[in-house]
């Protein structure tokens, strides 16, 4: 499959940080922080007052920057097991490597508070991590299907995004493809509108349409234990 082979050829070259291998893993590509700054300059980024990303290593920079720029960062809440967000805020007290902290797994696990299921929310940018992407937005994750679920959940339940909300991913120069196949998405995939890596921009010409309500006959038994929200 195109996750595998990312995976083995990441490995091979040894592209990746710590945690290895990478394999069933969004790879914490090396040159993540330099991808991470780049999308600090998106303007995009300066207009966001909201921004979700999710908690893996390699978006670690991302979410450091949200905070160092002051703006509101959610995080999807673990499993989604209690709710669907998670807020962390940068206090106006906090030294860079407090900051730091923050933005790490440890500080989601330990400093991050859940959003409650009724709050009205409005996430201005999405940053999400792939396993691959291509050229025309079509994005591949780990396979669990996660973001996508959080996607719909946050479009049909909170209201907070919507067919203009800017999705953006990081990765590293190697796991961006020209096109895949069409027939490996379906409606509930979650497309990407800008990807930035170590090196480049790349805006998506023709955004793909995203998947705004769950696709309830798509969810599997497990799904629904693993997620106790739904």
């Not at 993540?32 to 390699?58: C, Q, Y």
């Amino acid at each position: 499959s195109i996750r595998v082979k990312v995976w083995d050829f990441i490995e091979k070259e040894n592209l990746a940080n710590f945690p290895r291998p990478v394999h069933n893993r969004i790879p914490n590509f090396k040159g993540a922080d330099r991808a991470g700054m780049s999308v600090a300059l998106l303007p995009e980024f300066s207009s966001a007052r909201t921004v979700k990303v999710n908690p893996d290593k390699p978006q670690e920079e991302v979410r450091y920057q949200v905070l160092a720029h002051h703006k509101e960062l959610l995080v999807p809440t673990p499993r989604l097991k209690s709710g669907l967000f998670n807020r962390l805020i940068n206090s106006g007290n906090d030294s860079k490597q407090e900051l730091r902290i923050l933005a790490s797994r440890q500080g989601i696990d330990t400093r991050s508070k859940p959003v409650s299921i009724e709050t009205k929310l409005a996430i201005d940018l999405v940053v999400i991590g792939s396993v691959a992407v291509d050229r025309l937005g079509h994005r591949i994750g780990k396979g669990e299907g996660f973001a996508d679920l959080e996607f719909a959940l946050a479009a049909s339940h909170h209201g907070a995004v919507d067919q203009n909300t800017v999705v953006v991913s990081t990765v590293h120069d190697c796991q961006v493809f020209d096109s895949f196949p069409e027939h490996l998405f379906t409606d509930h995939d979650v497309p990407v509108d800008i990807i930035v890596t170590p090196t480049e921009v790349i805006r998506i010409e023709k955004r793909l349409s995203k998947p705004l309500k769950i696709i309830w006959n798509l969810l599997t038994e497990e799904k629904f234990k693993q997620v106790s929200l739904l």
